[in-house]
């Protein structure tokens, strides 16, 4: 006899194949779904990783800027110090030449010539006094321009009053005769 069946076999391997059509649909989108959330996870934590590598980054520059602002402040403070110390230096350096300006000025005062004001400032020397006459000032003058302490002497104004005296004002340079042959050796 002939075998015959009779069984529904096609439906039962159409839902079979379905079944494992849906199941492989899942196991893909499963795949894909983690795939997703892998690729999320890492570009996540490499920007976390970033945001983090960029706060050290602005923090160390942030303090790099206050050491960048306080060695300023240090390089100022040198420069004020160094400024100051050859201040000091220079002074001391000039004090015998100021007693011996004085002195210079003293030996070429003639006689009946009076200062009434003295005036120093930086190089420049300007003073102001009375005569008893015009060849007083004019001696004043030459004993001036032949002192090696000062030089290039000017008269600035010779005024003659009614108390029969003249006033006078001389204005010169103060040079120092060591720099002077040390700029000319």
Not at 25 to 34: E, H
Not at 109 to 135: C, H, M, Q, T, W
Request: charged fraction near 30%; avoid cysteine; proline fraction near 3%.
């Amino acid at each position: 006899m002939a075998n015959i069946n009779l069984l529904p076999w096609r439906e039962e391997l159409r839902e079979e194949r379905n079944k494992n059509f849906y199941v492989v649909i899942a196991g893909v989108v499963t795949l894909v779904a983690a795939s997703i959330f892998v690729v999320y996870r890492y570009y996540d934590d490499a920007a976390v990783n970033q945001n983090s590598r960029n706060a050290f980054l602005r923090n160390q520059i942030s303090a790099m800027d206050q050491k960048i602002v306080e060695i300023q402040k240090l390089k100022e403070t040198r420069a004020e110090l160094v400024e100051r110390m050859e201040l000091i230096q220079r002074l001391q350096g000039d004090r015998p030449v100021i007693v011996r300006v004085f002195d210079e000025i003293v030996r070429s005062v003639p006689e009946d010539l009076y200062f009434n004001k003295l005036e120093v400032e930086g190089d420049k020397v300007r003073i102001a006094g009375v005569a008893s006459s015009n060849n007083r000032v004019s001696a004043l003058m030459r004993n001036f321009d032949q002192s090696e302490w000062f030089r290039d002497p000017s008269l600035i104004k010779v005024e003659a009053t009614s108390a029969g005296v003249n006033e006078f004002e001389v204005v010169m340079t103060r040079m120092n005769p060591r720099t002077a042959e040390d700029n000319n050796g």
